[in-house]
């Protein structure tokens, strides 16, 4: 079994965030299934740690983009729910639509051939 | 809409919440992590493992998150606080000196401007006072002084610049109260919309009514809340009853409230003004003249109209208004205008004091920075970053300017009571100052510039530094580089060349004050005994007093035994008032368009000039024979001599005044006696003139001017003054059991009390200036001592060799006379334009006076040589086995 360790990749700057807001987009999720999510979504490739995670998480709820709230899990126990807000949604398409911009200039800056078809 | 979250978290408990849930939410990460890897198959203690694992470093995050909230500066700021109130408590004597000498800058600092706030910014207690506006004549000659009733009155209908405008003049009267009781006052005697001008009205009753301004029927009186409560028991049913001024019945119409003082504070009624059909002399000027502009009128504005207004007058009354204007200032202006320049240069005086001390905490922080050399450099060498030592070294001296500025606001709070009193009668509107939290706030800038200023010097030191050297050089070695020795060089300098301007400037007020002291005053006061009387007033108005009441009494004075000799006068000189009138000299034309001649006028009696010694200079004094009836009699100064009979003998000529009452009486000049300096100790003699009081017209508007209220005794005895006033005042008791006696005092104090503004001035300026001199020799003491220690070994060398104990103490010495030279040329510059500052307090002393200037320079010099001397006895000291074998 390789080690999925070497194969994960950094966060580029804004990334993260945008992952959390995608991740919250079907509904809220505590700190720790929000992690576990990016890294199944993400075949085990990205990790969000919980030491950028969790400032990440207090950077978005300061700016108000998400809100957050102690309850109870479906196996009792006392988790911090996050929640998209009105503000966080219209954040997330629109990071949404520049990143599919930034992967296609990249794309056409690799492989100019095909972009000219 | 990202502020008011951010703000909220500034709040400890807020904060420490978020904190809390914080750490929660972690430790549920943890256990899920931990339940995640349990069904997954592992251990209970592998699955502890893999949540602590997936976690990573606990704290790292917080410290991530909070730096998120935006916390780190703030707790750095704290933490930095807290830091420096240990590292402060564990350096007690340097903090100590430290904050005194910060106090001492700030409490200065603080008092000074606390009396510029509430005496020249804070406005006047009237209604919209920034409109009120004192006007006032100015004369042919261009001096200013008071306006005659007939201009007041045409102004009054011409301008149109003003809401209102009235009249007034002080006056010391004799009052009876309804139940009879005869009291002395001073009070005001005005035209009637006074109070209107002012926007005061009285808490009790009403002000008098316009219509008195005229029709001379009945007087009424407003009284002072102090009087009414004093003497009438603050009982409300005294409105309506008569109270007797200088005789003469007055209704009482109304109480004004406790906060109303106007013009002094010492006035306690005011009365409409009732002119005698003879007071509309136009060339007879007393009275003070107040106004109001009009909403949207400016100074400017009203003055231009007070020119036309004056040309006109000019033009209507050629021989009376010849040569006449009208000045205008704010009425602000004009009560502190003395006071204002003393006021600037004392500030000035503060804000150099609080330089000095701040150079001087700024080299104590130089040395300290040179001990902590090695704690800032391993602070550096873990990883703070240079901001944050930085911001270290920022706190420390905010922290310390905080401490040192509090403590000086409480020694400037306790002191200000002190200084009121000393105030009293130099300084306007003294019982208004008072602390306001302005000067809290001006504290607290004052607090930060300072941090500034003294902590530049060791923030600039300590970004500059190298970790590597600073950590390999070893304790003993702590030496500060050649740049440093400079810095710290040029700080001592900048004290020792402030401290000259201050020691200057405080040198030539004091040289100003004892050259007016001990300047000829025209007089001699020693063994002088003066008191004020005023008759009762109920006199009829015909009554000769001169005959009947002062003749007798002076007789019966001259009788006590170790009187030399009494006399009276109308107005002493330097203390209460003068008048002065215009005259003409008699078969000289008046037709010129000249001025017309001008004197101080008083009436004297014929002992007076003995009893003053003022010497005759020519011709003879007043004498018995002089009575009414007889032919008039008058005696000049010198200077209305040399001014109107220049060139000729002014005995025997004949003066008289443009006025009904001596219009048919010419006067003789008798004799002419040498001036007296009248008005203050600064002005040299004006032109004086003499009557005999005998031949004061009785029951004329002269004789109420000169003879009828207050008269000054002046009694010469040949051991204390002070000790006949009882027998004197018995004397005049004697002739008159209902004539008021105040005001005694010896002829001394009055001298001494005129110049009480510039005794303040010169007083507050020398303990500023003490302040200083001590503290920049503190720091020539450091600063060499500091020199001995970092020189020790180098030193000990020099004994070694065979150097002798004089020489290591001239090389000290040396070192600070360097300073010392270096610091008096840096100050020259300040000490001219210090005393270009001061020039127009110091009267008959240039602002280059050697004698001040070479009396501070030494006394400089003596304290610089005194501050290098113990450090150059421990020099000389040094035992240079034992130093060199230490490190």
Known sequence: MRDPKSERMEFLQGTLEMLVLRTLLFGPKHGYAIAQFIRQMSNDVLSAEAGSLYPALQRLELQKLITAKWEMSDNNRRVRHYRLTAAGRAKLSSSMSRWDEFVRAIGNVLNPAESQE | ?887
């Open chain 2, 1 to 887: 809409m990202l502020l008011p979250k951010k703000i909220s978290l500034l709040l400890p408990w807020k904060r420490r919440a978020r904190e809390r849930s914080l750490d929660e939410e972690l430790r549920s990460h943890v256990e899920l992590a931990a339940t995640d890897a349990l069904e997954a198959g592992a251990t209970p203690d592998e699955a502890e493992f893999a949540g602590r694992r997936e976690l990573g470093s606990q704290l790292r995050i917080r410290e991530d998150a909070r730096n998120v909230w935006g916390f780190a500066a703030l707790d750095h700021f704290f933490q930095d606080v807290h830091f420096e109130i240990r590292q402060l408590k564990r350096n007690p004597g340097f903090t100590t000196v430290v904050i005194l000498t910060l106090a001492l800058g700030a409490g200065a600092n603080a008092l000074m401007f606390t009396v510029i706030d509430s005496v020249l910014l804070r406005p006047l207690p009237y209604p919209e006072s920034h409109q009120l506006v004192y006007v006032d004549s100015i004369q042919a000659d261009g001096s200013h002084g008071s306006t005659s009733l007939p201009n007041f009155l045409d102004m009054r209908a011409q301008s149109r610049s003003f809401s209102a405008m009235a009249a007034y003049e002080e006056k010391s009267v004799s009052l009876r109260l309804p139940s009879g009781e005869p009291v002395h006052s001073t009070g005001v005697v005005a035209s009637a919309n006074l109070l209107d001008v002012l926007r005061v009205h009285p808490m009790l009753g009403r002000s008098f009514s316009a219509e008195q301004d005229q029709a001379v029927k009945v007087c009424s009186v407003v009284l002072s809340a102090e009087f009414w409560r004093e003497h009438l028991s603050a009982d409300p049913r005294v409105l309506g009853q008569n109270l007797a001024v200088d005789g003469k019945a007055c209704s009482i119409s109304g109480v004004m409230p406790d906060s109303f003082t106007f013009p002094s504070r010492d006035d306690e009624f005011w009365i409409p003004l009732q002119p005698a059909p003879d007071a509309m002399n136009r060339g007879a000027s007393f009275l003070h003249v107040i106004a109001r502009l009009k909403s949207g009128v400016t100074l400017a504005v009203a003055q231009t109209e007070l020119k036309v207004i004056a040309r006109r007058l000019e033009k209507a009354y050629p021989d009376e208004d010849n040569r006449m204007g009208f000045g205008s200032q704010l009425y602000q202006d004009r009560i502190t205008e003395n006071a204002r320049p003393a006021l600037f240069a004392l500030l000035g005086a503060v804000v150099i004091l609080l330089l000095i001390a701040c150079a001087n905490i700024a080299n104590l922080q130089l040395a300290r920075a040179l001990g902590r050399k090695r704690e800032m450099a391993i602070r550096a060498a873990l990883g703070a970053g240079r901001m944050r030592v930085t911001g270290q070294l920022f706190t420390e001296n905010i922290v310390l300017a905080l401490i040192g500025t509090a403590v000086g606001f409480g020694l400037a709070a306790g002191s200000l009571g002190l200084l009121k009193r000393l105030a009293a009668g130099a300084i306007p509107r003294v019982q208004e100052i008072e602390l306001r939290p302005e000067i809290w706030f001006a504290m607290v800038m004052v607090a930060g510039v300072s941090a500034l200023l003294f902590g530049l010097a060791s923030v600039w030191q300590s970004a500059r530094q190298d970790i590597e050297t600073a950590l390999r050089e070893s304790a003993g070695a702590v030496a500060g580089g050649r740049n440093q020795q400079k810095i710290r060089d040029l700080l001592v300098v900048a004290q020792l060349s402030l401290a000259i301007v201050l020691l200057a400037g405080s040198g030539l007020l004091l040289r100003t004050l004892y050259q007016l002291l001990s300047t000829d005053q025209g007089f001699t006061s020693e063994h002088v005994l003066t008191m004020q009387t005023a008759v009762s007033g109920t006199e009829p108005a015909d009554r000769d007093l001169a005959a009947t009441v002062y003749t007798p009494e002076l007789d019966e004075i001259e009788h006590i035994p170790g009187v030399k000799a009494a006399g009276f006068i109308t107005f002493l000189p330097l203390s209460n008032g003068s008048a002065s009138a215009t005259f003409i000299i008699n078969g000289r034309s008046n037709t010129s368009r000249g001025t017309q001649p001008r004197a101080l006028l008083n009436a004297a009696s014929e002992r007076f000039f003995s009893a003053l010694r003022i010497p005759l200079l020519e011709g003879r004094f007043f004498e018995r024979t002089d009575a009414l009836g007889k032919p008039c009699v008058a005696i000049v100064n010198d200077v209305l001599a040399r001014r109107y009979f220049a060139g000729q003998d002014p005995i025997g000529k004949q003066i008289a005044f443009d006025d009904p009452d001596f219009k048919s009486h010419p006067i003789t000049i008798i004799g002419v006696v040498q001036g007296t300096r009248q008005t203050e100790l600064a002005k040299p003699p004006d032109a004086q003139l003499y009557l005999d009081f005998r031949q004061v017209p009785p029951a004329t508007l002269w004789s109420q001017f000169l003879l009828k209220q207050i008269m000054t005794y002046v009694v010469r005895s040949n051991g204390n003054p002070i000790a006949l006033a009882k027998e004197v005042q018995h004397a005049i008791h004697r002739v008159d059991p209902s004539q008021t006696v105040f005001h005694v005092a010896a002829m001394t104090e009055i001298v001494s009390a005129s110049v009480q503004s510039r005794r303040l001035g010169a007083i507050l300026l020398s303990v500023f200036a003490g302040l200083a001199l001590v503290v920049a020799a503190a720091g020539l003491y450091g600063i060499l001592s500091y020199l001995v220690t970092q020189r020790k070994r180098d030193i000990a060398v020099r004994i070694a060799l065979g150097a002798q104990q004089e020489e290591v103490v001239r090389m000290i010495v040396s070192r600070a006379l360097l300073l010392y030279i270096a610091g008096v040329a840096a100050g020259l510059v300040g000490v001219i334009w210090c005393g270009h500052l001061l020039s127009n307090m110091l009267t008959g002393i240039r602002p280059w006076d050697p004698v001040a200037l070479g009396i501070t320079t030494s006394t400089l010099l003596l304290v610089s040589l005194l501050a290098a001397w113990f450090p150059a006895r421990r020099a000389a000291s040094i035992d240079p086995y034992q130093a060199l074998r230490t490190d």
